[in-house]
């Protein structure tokens, strides 16, 4: 079973479109994560959410809109979607009063044409 | 920004242990130290973690200076499936920021 799972593992997309990705987790977490790690490959921090609730917004366009509809599952919705958007995605899990352990995902590759 | 600086790569000879050295002079009295790598293509994957004594589990050991001010991650013996990103990251508790610097890309050689 994976613990915490993303789809689509791969995306390719023109400019300008829509696009959404997918997490959940089975861990029983409360506490959920989007990490974005660029060509670069500098993994930074993009949102957290407690019980559904947005705890961390770390300055992301708000072409970026992550949704959780509970807190087993946070969605990562992104509009008109600009090349500079391409990258590995990551979510997370963790719980609040554990060790601090985050748990990722594999990642979801994006690429803006 | 992230609060550590650690040697950008390092070579470790397959069986021989990997000592990979983290600096975290500016460190707080309640910021833990917590390590991490990331094998290619996959995500991070939790290390072990610290705040003042060593720590050892069954993947690392995890040595602490006195004064706090650096540490070292230990693989008592690297294997060629040890080659990745390692990543040590300064965090307070059951916060949720875990702010990722640019790691020591370890290979391990046979």
């Known amino acids: ?113 | 920004d992230a609060k550590t600086t650690q040697p950008p790569s390092m070579d470790c000879a397959e069986g021989r242990a990997a000592n990979l050295p983290c600096n975290h002079s500016t460190i707080s009295g309640n910021e833990y130290v917590y390590w991490y790598r990331q094998i290619h293509s996959q995500g991070p994957q939790y290390i072990i973690h610290g705040l003042k004594n060593n720590e050892t589990n069954e993947m690392a050991s995890l040595i602490i200076t006195e004064d706090r001010k650096s540490s070292t991650l230990i693989l008592p013996h690297a294997t060629l499936r040890d080659t990745a990103v390692y990543y040590c990251i300064v965090r307070v508790h059951n916060t949720d920021k875990l702010i990722f610097g640019t790691g020591t890309r370890l290979q391990v050689f046979p």
């Open chain 1, 1 to 113: 079973d994976t613990a915490v799972s993303q789809t689509p593992k791969y995306l390719v997309t023109q400019m300008g479109n829509d696009k959404s990705i997918k997490c959940e987790q089975n861990l029983g977490h409360d506490t959920m994560y989007w990490y974005k790690q660029d060509s670069k490959k500098f993994l930074k921090i993009m949102f957290s959410y407690n019980n559904k609730e947005l705890i961390i917004n770390e300055t992301v366009p708000n072409r970026f809109s992550p949704k959780s509809p509970d807190k087993a599952h946070l969605n990562l919705h992104i509009n008109s979607l600009e090349l500079g958007d391409s990258a590995v995605y990551f979510c997370a899990s963790s719980q609040a009063g554990g060790t601090g352990e985050l748990f990722f995902g594999e990642g979801s590759r994006l690429t803006v044409l």
